[in-house]
């Protein structure tokens, strides 16, 4: 099969988020210029750069409360702050619920039960017992082609590890076991890892 994107897939559902799969999911809380709280899952997030450390997130929808994107973006867009939150298995259920299209002045957190922490380097909170949180400053927005899709850019500027999750001088992912995002409504976690060594290692 081949099709090209604009003249349709001719599927039950778009196959795109499909085929980019498994991805991380950024677990994104912010802080409104008024301070309101927000905490909501993004699917099209990863880590771009070591030094300095950098991650990068995008919002491709809107919400009538907000002017041409999500509560996250406009927060940041704001603030100049972010942080991200890392979800673990355990948390799928708590990090539904702060997937809904909430009007702009619910607190995911307290909606959802999510116990929060203060971050330590920028005016947010954070989910207190995710596995590891990255506090961010915004570096840059961009926006893509399309009605509302936007890149956020972040400089990681703090870094939370939960204890139990380091384990002989390692951040061990099998201690909390990581959600991904696949497909349609489909996820996964991981539970199983093995090592390669590149070639000359």
């Known amino acids: 099969m081949f099709y090209r994107p604009e003249n349709g897939h001719g599927l039950k559902h778009n196959p795109f988020n499909a085929v980019v799969t498994p991805r991380p999911i950024g677990w994104i809380s912010t802080r409104g210029a008024d301070g309101s709280e927000n905490l909501a899952p993004y699917s099209f997030f990863n880590a771009v750069a070591y030094v300095p450390p950098q991650v990068m997130f995008a919002s491709t929808s809107t919400k009538a409360d907000r002017d041409g994107t999500k509560d ?8 100049g702050v972010f942080c991200v939150n890392i979800v673990e ?5 708590v990090m539904n619920v702060t997937s809904g299209a909430w009007d702009k002045d619910t607190d995911e957190f307290t909606k959802a039960g ?4 203060e971050c330590e380097t920028i005016a947010a ?3 207190a017992d995710a596995p590891a949180s990255l506090e961010c400053r915004l570096t840059q927005i961009v926006q893509l ?3 509302a899709n936007f ?3 972040g400089e990681v500027t703090g870094v939370h590890l939960r204890d139990n999750c380091v384990v002989d001088g390692m951040f061990d992912v099998l201690k909390y076991q990581p959600l991904t995002r696949l497909g349609y409504r489909d996820y996964s976690r991981i539970t199983d890892v093995f090592e390669l060594k590149r070639p000359g290692e």
């Open 72 to 79: 996250s973006m406009a927060n940041i867009r704001d603030t």
């Open 89 to 93: 298995y355990e948390m799928r259920d």
């Open 114 to 117: 999510i116990a929060r922490a």
């Open 125 to 127: 909170s954070r989910v």
């Open 145 to 147: 082609p399309g009605e």
């Open 151 to 153: 890149v956020a850019f």
